[in-house]
């Protein structure tokens, strides 16, 4: 190709590889920061409408006793719902976020400290805040999205 001599010239399209080896690329932290908000924002959603990290309805509310208004009554009263989905002020919800990120790992957690000490009271109470099997579904495809969109899979030859 390129001889300057205008003939044209075959070039073999079936290559061998005789030594190669292809390696899983570190994703970026801006991959992973996507990837850990798309993760987040889904328990995020699971968690407010009722459901644990079983993809299962959380167990209702404990009413009142003794005639005493209960939780549940409570929240009815303030215009919610009367389940179990962490929502009162919205504080809880709204805090979780990615909170840190590198080539390897996200951690997705809470921003302040209140509302931190509520979802771990609430998560002991019944596990909500995780990892549920429909959660880790979308986490499957936003890694297999980054993998068709971005360059992951780096060919190298061996030496």
């Known amino acids: ?6 003939k044209a010239q075959t070039v073999n399209t079936h290559m061998k590889i005789s030594k190669a080896r292809f390696s899983l690329s570190p994703f970026s932290s801006e991959q992973m920061a996507k990837v850990g908000t798309q993760l987040a924002d889904t328990i995020r959603k699971r968690i407010a409408s009722g459901v644990n990290v079983n993809d299962t309805d959380a167990k209702p509310l404990k009413p009142g006793r003794n005639s005493k208004r209960g939780y549940p009554d409570y929240k009815i009263a303030h215009g ?3 389940i179990r989905d962490w929502t009162w002020s919205g504080r809880t919800l709204r805090s979780m976020k990615v909170i840190s990120v ?4 996200g ?6 400290l209140r509302s931190d000490r509520v979802a771990h009271v609430n998560n002991a109470q019944e596990k ?9 579904q979308v986490l499957r ?6 993998f068709r969109t971005d360059r992951v899979i780096d060919f190298r030859k061996v030496a």
């Open 1 to 6: 190709m390129g001889s300057g001599s205008g």
């Open 102 to 105: 590198n080539q390897n790992r």
């Open 141 to 146: 495809d936003a890694v297999y999205s980054l």
């Open 128 to 136: 909500m805040f995780g990892i549920s099997p429909k959660d880790a």
């Open 80 to 82: 919610l719902q009367p």
């Open 107 to 112: 951690v997705i957690g809470f921003t302040d």
